[in-house]
């Protein structure tokens, strides 16, 4: 009769946890301010269609980034596929990258300087934008273009979209 009237106190106990970690999280949630920095840690949110009327502006570069200045980006081998690739592609050729716009326009919502800044976090895993920018990057810089002539063509096709 003690052991079930134990194990009955034990699942009370856990039940009691459960529910308060659920307000917890609840009440955390719905605290939160919806600033520009509190938006900065959390998931990337793009936007990739400007409104209607719209000025398209061409997100931040670097015109002559220096290859000190340039933080080191993640581990390529820390992810798969495309992604891998594209942070293999910045490795490659940083200093192109980084004087090419992102247009899943980060450096309104996360201060990014160029798409070199996606890839110094994981950022650019979680968008094909980045992701997209950087292997065609590469592949225009294997066909000898200059990053003024990459720069143009991205530009080109990304704000026509």
């Not at 999280?25 to 605290?31: D, R």
Request: proline share 6%; hydrophobic share 40%.
């Amino acid at each position: 009769m003690k052991k079930k009237k134990n194990n009955w106190l034990l699942i009370g106990a856990i039940a009691a946890m459960l529910v308060a970690a659920v307000l917890i999280v609840n009440s955390a949630s719905s605290n939160r301010p919806s600033n520009v920095a509190s938006r900065q840690t959390a998931a990337p949110e793009h936007n990739h269609t400007p409104a209607k009327g719209a000025v398209k502006r061409v997100p931040a570069f670097d015109v002559a980034p220096i290859r000190a200045n340039l933080r080191p980006t993640l581990e390529p081998e820390r992810f798969t596929g495309m992604t891998r690739d594209a942070y293999r592609a910045v490795r490659q050729i940083p200093m192109t990258i980084a004087q090419l716009p992102c247009y899943c326009h980060c450096d309104e919502g996360f201060g990014h300087k160029s798409l070199y800044s996606c890839f110094e976090d994981e950022h650019a895993a979680h968008c094909a934008v980045c992701v997209n920018e950087a292997l065609l990057a590469l592949t225009l810089e294997k066909q000898k273009l200059s990053p003024a002539e990459i720069r143009e063509r991205i530009v080109a096709q990304y704000s026509a979209q």
